[in-house]
């Protein structure tokens, strides 16, 4: 069972890498600079669902450093550590209380605090408070995609959970 579970994770943290790369490769036509749909969190959202909060880590985590590193972006590694990684607690912690037909929930608030912790990223790095003026658009836009990802999560975990542990 142990080796299913691996294969499966392995699978999940190579289509997570997959739609990270290609996302990377179309960005959003939005006077926003790195607005991205987050598509990659449908992935994250499923494993917690399906396997728990460790497994759902390492595929994060693998993730952010292979997609960072293939499509060139390292600069922008801390960025997306910061709000990948404030985006999984906040999700791993909310499911906990939510049930099983409440995952886009907790899509919601992964989107929402992946943009406060990019912002915060931001806002530390360049020492530019006032990029503070974007957050109400981030914060819309991440309810908006919080909520796809979610819905689709949701979706794809009711359709595929008796083929997971």
Same mark, same amino acid.
């Given at each position: 069972?142990?080796? !299913?579970?691996?294969?499966?994770?392995?699978?999940?943290?190579?289509?997570?890498?997959?739609?990270?790369?290609?996302? &990377?490769?179309?960005?959003?036509?939005?006077?926003?600079?790195?607005?991205?749909?987050?598509?990659?969190?449908?992935? =994250?959202? /499923? +494993?917690? +669902?399906?396997? @728990?909060? !460790?497994?759902?880590? &390492?595929?994060? %985590?693998? !993730?952010?450093?292979?997609?960072?590193?293939?499509?060139?972006?390292?600069?922008?590694?801390?960025?997306?550590? &910061?709000?990948? %990684?404030?985006? /999984?607690?906040?999700?791993?912690?909310?499911?906990?209380?939510?049930?099983?037909?409440?995952?886009?929930?907790?899509?919601?608030?992964?989107?929402?605090?992946?943009?406060?912790?990019?912002? +915060?990223?931001?806002?530390?790095?360049?020492?530019?408070?006032?990029?503070?003026?974007?957050?109400?658009?981030?914060?819309?836009?991440?309810?908006?995609? @919080?909520?796809? =990802?979610?819905?689709?999560?949701?979706?794809?975990?009711?359709?595929? !959970?008796?083929? /997971?542990?």
């Amino acid at each position: 069972m142990r080796i !299913r579970k691996l294969a499966l994770c392995a699978l999940l943290t190579a289509i997570a890498l997959t739609i990270f790369v290609v996302e &990377a490769q179309f960005p959003l036509p939005v006077p926003v600079p790195g607005l991205k749909l987050g598509l990659s969190n449908i992935v =994250t959202l /499923f +494993a917690l +669902a399906a396997f @728990g909060w !460790r497994e759902a880590l &390492a595929i994060v %985590l693998v !993730r952010i450093f292979l997609g960072n590193l293939i499509t060139g972006q390292m600069m922008s590694l801390f960025y997306s550590l &910061a709000g990948g %990684l404030l985006s /999984f607690a906040c999700m791993a912690l909310s499911l906990r209380i939510l049930k099983q037909d409440q995952l886009w929930i907790a899509g919601v608030l992964g989107g929402i605090t992946h943009n406060l912790g990019q912002m +915060a990223v931001a806002v530390a790095v360049t020492q530019t408070p006032a990029l503070l003026v974007y957050l109400p658009v981030l914060l819309l836009c991440g309810i908006v995609t @919080g909520t796809l =990802t979610g819905l689709s999560a949701q979706l794809l975990y009711q359709k595929l !959970r008796r083929f /997971f542990p």
